[in-house]
């Protein structure tokens, strides 16, 4: 399977505090790109990061990409209740279908207010 | 942003029946869209590429006979669940990517909202 893998699975803090997701893939990618899911909807983009990139920021959204490890993280600061909700990582590979997207198997992220 | 849309939101059918659903990109053009499938609690697994006049691309492993795919215009791919079972019951989703870019990153993927097939 080329499935990605993300840890934790599930994540539990409170209102404030910082929320950190890893994902892990497996093969040479173009770029990677996190999605939020609410329980039983579609899904919604935050962020690209290219492959020669490193790090980038939206709002309260950092994610670092470290190519060599075939890793990248996504860091939520100050996190809100309304952040509850499924994370899944997405990579593109090279010399793949264009576009076609790899997911993690995603984290379940639980803000309690 | 861009947004795709989906019908219907959710589906409740008998075993064996057929069901189709749509795929639309409202405002802009789509030559390929993406078909998901996702069970309760699990990632987004690819199914197929549907590309606009032509046939679809599927995964490794996806049945081609029972997932037909229809990429008749630039704005609408459907995916029909032929001969449905209880096994197929999964919330499918779509995806659209904008290639002029204009709509956002041309990197980008539109999701829809999603449709849950329920078969009985």
């Known amino acids: 399977s080329q499935q990605g893998e993300e840890d934790p699975q599930a994540l539990s803090i409170q209102e404030g505090e910082n929320a950190t997701m890893n994902c892990s893939y497996k093969t040479s990618i173009n770029n990677l790109q996190w999605y939020r899911q609410n329980s039983g909807r579609g899904l919604v983009h935050l962020i690209l990061i290219r492959s020669n990139e490193r790090e980038k920021h939206s709002g309260r959204l950092r994610v670092t990409l470290d190519t060599s490890k075939k890793s990248s993280s996504l860091l939520i600061t100050a996190s809100r209740a309304a952040d509850t909700a499924s994370y899944f990582c997405?990579?593109?590979?090279?010399?793949?279908?264009?576009?076609?997207?790899?997911f993690g198997t995603g984290t379940l992220l639980a803000v309690q207010p | 942003g861009a947004v795709v849309s989906q019908h219907p939101s959710w589906v409740i059918c008998k075993s064996g029946t057929s069901v189709k659903i749509e795929c639309r990109s409202l405002d802009f053009q789509a030559t390929t869209m993406f078909w998901y499938r996702q069970f309760p609690k699990q990632s987004l697994m690819l199914m197929a590429t549907s590309n606009e006049g032509s046939k679809a691309t599927y995964e490794q492993g996806v049945e081609k006979d029972k997932f037909l795919i229809n990429h008749a215009s630039l704005t609408l791919s459907t995916l029909t669940v032929t001969s449905a079972h209880p096994e197929d019951s999964s919330f499918y989703i779509c995806s659209a990517r904008d290639p002029s870019g204009t709509s956002g990153s041309s990197y980008e993927q539109y999701f829809g909202p999603g449709t849950r097939l329920t078969v009985t």
């Open positions: 997405a990579t593109s590979p090279t010399g793949g279908a264009t576009n076609k997207l790899i």
